[in-house]
């Protein structure tokens, strides 16, 4: 039996021309709230609010940054700003150890001899090898 797969299954309906309906609901309110701007507030408030309204509403329904939609990101950041955050910490547990004085200096003495003992190259490469030709090669210049 062969059945079809569904493809573009995460894309949106276009639900009124080529506008999604939640693009067409950002749209429709800015349109509506220019409405009864028109009768409410004197014209050049009018044209002020319109352009700002309609630009943002534009913005908010078409714009996409790598893919997702501003209004997403949008109430993504709003969600991120207003949820309680919880920083979870594990305490690694170790016993306590008390250490002398003595033993203290004795480990620092080893330590300080290790260090002066690796002072040259860690790496012994044979004479006769591409990795001593670029050793030299680095240390000269």
Avoid at 19 to 39: E, M, P, V, W
Avoid at 111 to 116: A, G, I
Wanted: hydrophobic letters at 50%; charged letters at 25%; a positive charge.
């Amino acid at each position: 039996m062969e059945f079809t797969v569904p493809q573009f299954i995460e894309k949106e309906a276009k639900i009124v021309g080529p506008l999604t309906f939640k693009q067409f609901l950002f749209i429709g309110t800015a349109g509506a709230i220019c409405i009864i701007l028109f009768f409410a507030v004197p014209l050049y408030l009018f044209v002020i609010f319109t352009i700002i309204l309609v630009g943002g509403a534009a913005f908010l329904a078409l714009y996409r940054k790598e893919g997702i939609p501003f209004y997403a990101i949008v109430f993504k950041s709003f969600m991120y700003l207003f949820k309680p955050k919880v920083f979870l910490w594990k305490k690694k547990i170790a016993p306590i150890r008390i250490a002398r004085s003595d033993v203290l200096k004795r480990k620092m003495e080893e330590q300080k001899l290790e260090e002066e003992e690796h002072k040259g190259p860690r790496l012994k490469v044979s004479r006769s090898s591409k990795l001593n030709d670029l050793y030299t090669h680095i240390e000269t210049k």
